[in-house]
């Protein structure tokens, strides 16, 4: 099956080989500590060539800066050119990857593990479980198969991609066995309440006066496809300059913004670039978001997806109201 063909996959390269671990753009706390946690995994194994990197600009979010294995991070621009083994962590189609998807399509072995949905089925070993709550929980299936003990270093790291992807055990995919992971990684000593701190609730505080502003101009609107309503609102390249902050920063800003009771589909839209936005769908249950998020060119889960739009702000609205309205249809 694909655990065993994983297991033979990571145990194809020697000690001494090069092996590369690689996770999405911007990355969060899944991509980061399933890919971190599962490095230190592989050091424990006896590894030692092991590079951890994703593709774009080199921004580690601060709240991520002191995550165990942190110093297997090394920009796209040093990671290995020809590793004899790639691992790649909660990433759903190669357009995720940028440049790093050629290397993986050149590897002598490759294992992607991941859990969306949307997962186009690319590279060499696909361990893809889409009704698993994070990458994290693909991530300790692997490690426990390979024989990797869990220690408190790991188990932070899987911690912390299980407390973001599901909204610190709030979602619809907290499972029993989700709590059973969680219970399994606390034993080995780490302090939840303190890496939820650093993680959660540790921003400047231009970040909450930038979050003020953008929450500020949020619009409610009537949607018969969204049921109740959507809501949404949008921040510019201008609000960040304004407020100082670096643009992961307005990730979090979905989580208020889904909050509305009167909506059942929210939104944000987030400025890369002159024309360009990221954008992040939320869905109660009626909508598929991952739909208009995969005609979009982008992808996610049925509750939670994304995708990048081209124009004003207000075109990218547009398009997902118009795909709404189809939807219903
Ligand atoms: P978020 O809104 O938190 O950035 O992303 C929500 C979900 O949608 C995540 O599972 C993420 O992987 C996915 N997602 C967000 N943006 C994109 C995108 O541009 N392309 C793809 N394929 N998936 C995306
Ligand atoms: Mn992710
Ligand atoms: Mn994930």
Partial sequence: ???????????????????????????????????????????????????????????????????????????????????????????ASESRLGALAARVADAPASVVLDHHASNTGFGGVQLVDPRAAATSVVADGLLSRLGV???????????????????????????????????????????????????????????????????????????????????????TLADLERHGQPPYVLDALIDPVRSVAEADVSMVVKQVAPGEWSVSLRSKGAVDVSGVAVSQGGGGHRLAAGFTGYGEASDVVDTVRRLLDEHLN
């Fill in 1 to 91: 099956d694909q655990w065993a063909a994983a297991v033979a996959a990571v145990r194809s390269a020697g000690p001494d080989d090069e092996i590369q671990l690689i996770c999405h753009v911007n990355p969060d706390g899944d991509a980061l500590g399933s890919m971190l946690g599962f490095g230190l995994g592989l050091r424990r194994l006896g590894f030692t060539r092991v590079r951890a990197t994703f593709p774009g600009d080199f921004v580690v979010p601060d709240p991520y800066r002191e995550i165990p294995g942190v110093d297997l991070l090394v920009p796209e621009s040093d990671a290995f050119a020809e590793p004899r083994l790639i691992l790649v962590f909660d990433v």
């Fill in 149 to 235: 003990p869990l220690d408190a270093e790991i188990a932070e790291c899987l911690y912390i991609a299980l407390a973001t992807d599901t909204g610190s055990f709030k979602f619809d995919m907290t499972t029993v066995s989700v709590h059973e992971l969680a219970a399994r990684l606390i034993a080995t000593g780490i302090r939840p309440g303190e890496i939820s701190r650093r993680i959660f609730d540790s921003k400047p505080f231009g970040a909450m006066k930038l979050t003020g502003e953008v929450i500020g101009r949020a619009v409610l609107e009537p949607s018969a496809a969204a049921g109740r309503g959507m809501v949404w609102t949008y921040a």
